[in-house]
């Protein structure tokens, strides 16, 4: 999956299943307070992780269990109770922020598989966050959705409830890359679920890998034509990245699937661009296209922009004024600090100055809206002409003092800009 964020987080903040090192927490959750200066007026988001698969996914490297692995619906947390213990977290959210923090603007749930709670366990919880922290009157509000795990009932719920958006994983139409991927969605429930979301009022994404061991280009075509055909609103489509400790890890390097070619994969991006920009979608992230500016997934434009959002959940992470915290992994674990009336946070850091310069290049060039030049210190506006002239960003608007924007070479090749405009 795409890489654009810290920690390695994918599109929509899910976290890794790996924690980074960090400071002690506070047990309180308390922040520094500079880090809540300018909080009001600030846009803020949340982000829900929901830890539950029905199966784990071989390439899969998110923080995820199987309700087997957690002890069956007798867990201390469960697909039953995992509402509450978001609400207790939700609780503690409030009583850090205060009375200066702003309305919700964006909520994304995520997984995992969201959709494995009932879809009024999702509203419960999308009303913690209206009751305690008010949306805005424009809030954006998105789940994730596995096709096989919804329903015409539980679209209209969520979307009566006050969701606006659902994000359908179809990551593929061909039968033997699901397979490969170990996807167990029936790949003809994708457009039902398409089309019971729309029916219900709500907009639409469809996530798509490509990459996988044995996709041949017609196969990533087939997909691409076959997403198009739904007439969604946003389309995400991600590289495959094989993870250490996963399945397919194991199988790469026991010689049983071949791993992921880059020329494979950028012929396969180019393939995705250009069959998505013929179709009336239009590139605004890296991995991200979308019809207008309106259906654009403002909660991850949220993330690249490095505003404050917090993340419910098991492994979430969260950034309020330059502080960046994460929780414990396990959801036992999580469970049993709220439980105490506890932060599940497990660590955190407080971003330098340096690390916060880094960070708004990386993730600024990749939005289409580009990186201001003149944000750049001295050694990276000394890479921008050699930039230009390699055809990895557009030289016009550079040229006039404007914004460094890639081109498609460019972002074929992003984490190779980012390098040299950080370079000493």
């Known amino acids: 999956m795409d890489r654009a964020l810290p920690f390695g987080w994918d599109n929509g903040g899910m976290p890794p299943s790996a924690l980074p090192d960090g400071d002690p927490a506070p047990a309180t959750g308390e922040l520094p307070a500079a880090a809540l200066e300018g909080l009001e007026g ?61 309305s919700v603007s964006t909520v994304f749930v995520g997984g995992g598989t969201p959709t494995m709670l009932r879809s009024g366990d999702l509203v419960k919880v999308l009303d913690g966050i209206r009751h305690r922290f008010g949306l805005a009157p424009d809030a954006e509000v998105t789940t994730e959705a596995n096709p096989d795990s919804v329903t015409p009932e539980s679209l209209r719920e969520l979307a009566e409830g006050g969701f606006t958006r659902v994000s359908v994983g179809m990551q593929s139409a061909v039968p033997h890359v699901l397979r490969t991927l170990e996807r167990t969605h029936d790949p003809d429930n994708v457009a ?19 990459g996988t061991p044995g996709e041949s280009l017609d196969d990533w075509r087939r997909s691409l034509e076959a997403a198009i055909a739904l007439e969604p609103d946003h389309v995400s489509a991600y590289a495959l990245v094989v993870e250490e400790g996963t399945k397919l890890a194991a199988q790469v390097r026991r010689g049983l699937v071949a791993a992921p070619e880059d020329d494979d994969e950028a012929d396969k991006y180019e393939l995705a661009d250009e069959l998505l920009t013929a179709a009336g979608f239009g590139w605004y992230e890296v991995s991200n296209w979308a019809r207008n500016e309106e259906t654009r997934c403002r909660h991850n434009v949220a993330y ?106 460019g972002r074929l090749l992003a984490d190779t800009v980012v390098h040299r405009l950080l370079a000493d």
């Open 42 to 102: 600030a846009d803020l988001g949340i982000y829900v992780h929901v830890p539950f698969c029905t199966v784990r996914c071989g390439y899969c490297d998110f923080n995820t269990y199987t309700l087997t692995e957690l002890g069956g619906r007798g867990a201390s947390i469960g697909i039953d109770t995992y509402a509450d213990a978001a609400l207790r977290e939700l609780d503690l959210a409030r009583a850090v922020l205060g009375d200066e923090a702003p």
């Open 304 to 409: 690249w922009s490095g505003t404050n959002w917090w993340g419910i959940g098991p492994g979430a992470h969260s950034h309020v004024g330059g502080v960046r915290w994460w929780n414990v992994k396990h959801p036992s674990a999580y469970a049993a600090r709220l439980g105490s009336g506890e932060s599940p946070a497990h660590a955190r850091e407080a971003l330098t100055d340096e690390q916060r310069y880094d960070e708004r290049v990386l993730l600024g060039t990749r939005l289409v809206e580009g990186l201001p030049v003149a944000d750049l210190r001295g050694s990276g506006r000394t890479a921008v002409a050699g930039l230009i002239a390699d055809g990895l960003v557009e030289g016009p608007a550079v040229l006039r003092g404007g914004r460094l924007v890639l081109t498609r070479r």
């Open 192 to 210: 039902r679920a398409v089309t019971a979301a729309r029916d219900a009022g709500l907009q639409v994404s469809v996530d798509l890998i490509y």
